[in-house]
């Protein structure tokens, strides 16, 4: 038997319970937020002096419509602010816009960058949308691609973007590609929107990471403005499930999509919009709390890359180095991804499954696998690599030994 069979053997013998599957923060980053807890103190009035506890107001409160433009780089007018998902938001607009296309006896169809979020393309098939791949390139999202793809094909209704600290790879589209992505609907008859889910917009892992150009203003220049929903979180700032989640559109379409919400909800949670709104007052607030969460999370993103590196000098694998957000993109040059998920999961390491940074679940090569490395402790997480390494060095050897 070889030494890696001989690890993998000790690894199913040690009754491991380790879990690299999502992008959810650790119990120390939710202990940041607990200053929530204070913030109302009896106090439920909202600036313009509504008591939060009561219904209405759809569009949020002014001061957490603020929170949203501050951190979208958007107008407060722009900006809804509302329950504790964004990815509800998003669902919610993507079925609100559906209504205008025009009928088609074909489905509509939606351009997803790949690798990419697994939850959009969720989306797009409750919602009937067909989805078509665009590979991200080094360089980001492939636009000449893109732009030839919604030339052709009337039947593409928009394209899903994670623009920054993009899930999973890490990219940030350049100037060039904002600017682009902002031209994009002109080059189109159907009613084509870009979803710009901004999830990661204030989390960077490093110092002097590049800016991100803004695509709203981008839009407004080039006339495009009510195609383009902009959307994000404080999910990964405060609570990942009692956040605050916000979308940015132009003041008509925002207009027109609360009238799609109003028979759906007399209003969102003001009094939790109220406690983030007090507790991220500024910029440099929400600025001392990133900071804090990048103390616990850079540590964990630098151990995935000394961990992986003996699969780079065996030319086993690539991987991501991404400068924010949550997860590092590992790509496997010999292994089958499915196998590595599979051996991985025998030995007690639950591991995103493979195929999910595809739509449809298939990664037509099977080399993808998405590392969510916020959640374990060091010890757990040093612990977990270790068998992913040593899963993939197996699933290597064995694809290298079997005969075609
Ligand atoms: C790209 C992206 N968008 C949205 C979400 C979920 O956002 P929310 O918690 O606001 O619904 C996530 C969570 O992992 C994500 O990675």
Redesign the pocket.
Known sequence: MSNIDLDYQRYLGANLSLDLT???PCPDQLDLSHGLEDMIQGDYRSRDGVDTRNYGGLAGIPEARELGARLLDLDPEQVMAGG???????YQYLSFRQRQWAPSEAAPKFICLVPG?D??FSVCEHLGIAMINVALTAQGPDLSMIESLVQKDPLIHGIWC?PKH??PTGHIYSPETVQRLARLPLLTQSDFTVMW?N??AAHDLHDDVPALDNLMAHAVSAGTEDQIAI??????ITL??A?L?FCGLSPTILAAFQGYLEPQTIGFDKVNQLRHARLLKDDNTLKALMDAHRKILRPKFDLVDEKLKPLGDQSLASWSLPLG???VSLDLTAASARQVVHLAGEAGVKLTPAGATFPYGNDPEDKNIRIAPSFPDMMDLSQALDVLVCCIQKASHDAASTPH
């Not at 504790?84 to 998003?90: H, P, Q, T």
């Not at 959307?231 to 990964?236: A, D, E, Q, V």
Request: aromatic share 16%.
């Open positions: 999502r992008g959810k504790n998902s964004s990815l509800s938001l998003m979020y939850r959009h994670v993009s899930n889910d999830a990661y959307f994000g979180s404080t999910s990964k990942a499930g956040g989640g957000g949550y997860f």
